[in-house]
Nanobody, 120 residues
C-alpha cells in the first residue's frame, strides 16, 4: 500500500501564506509526477500545480506568480508554497501522485485532503 500524508492546511487571512507538505509512504521505486488539486464546495476538483520526474512544472493560471510547487525526490515529498492567498483559494487541497511501485507497476494515489480557508 502507498499512502500520501498531507499537512499544512489551516485558516489564514487574505494576503497570508501557507506551506503544504505531502509525503509518500510505501514501497515506491520512483515518482512519475506529483501534484496538488483542490476542490471547493459545489465545484469540480481542479489541478493547482504539478511537478514531473523530468522536473517540469505546471500551474493553473489563477495561481501563477503566487504558488510554487517543489519536491524532494529523495524523501518522496512535494511542497506547495502558497503566497498572497485570496478567499477564492479556499478549498480542500489534495495531494496526488503517480508512482512506480518498488516491485513494478504504476499506481495513482490520492491524499486524504487538507482544508485551506482564506478569510477576507
Amino acid at each position: 500500500q502507498v499512502q500520501l500524508v498531507e499537512s499544512g492546511g489551516g485558516l489564514v487571512q487574505a494576503g497570508g501564506s501557507l506551506r503544504l507538505s505531502c509525503v509518500a509512504h510505501g514501497y515506491i521505486s520512483s515518482n512519475k509526477h506529483m501534484g496538488w488539486y483542490r476542490q471547493a464546495p459545489g465545484k469540480q476538483r481542479e489541478l493547482v500545480a504539478s511537478i514531473s520526474s523530468d522536473h517540469s512544472l505546471t500551474y493553473t493560471d489563477s495561481v501563477k506568480g503566487r504558488f510554487t510547487i517543489s519536491g524532494d525526490n529523495a524523501k518522496n515529498t512535494v511542497f506547495l508554497q502558497m503566497n498572497s492567498l485570496k478567499p477564492e483559494d479556499t478549498a480542500v487541497y489534495y495531494c496526488n501522485a503517480l508512482v512506480v511501485r518498488l516491485f513494478g507497476g504504476l499506481l495513482e494515489v490520492w491524499g486524504q485532503g487538507t482544508l485551506v480557508t482564506v478569510s477576507s
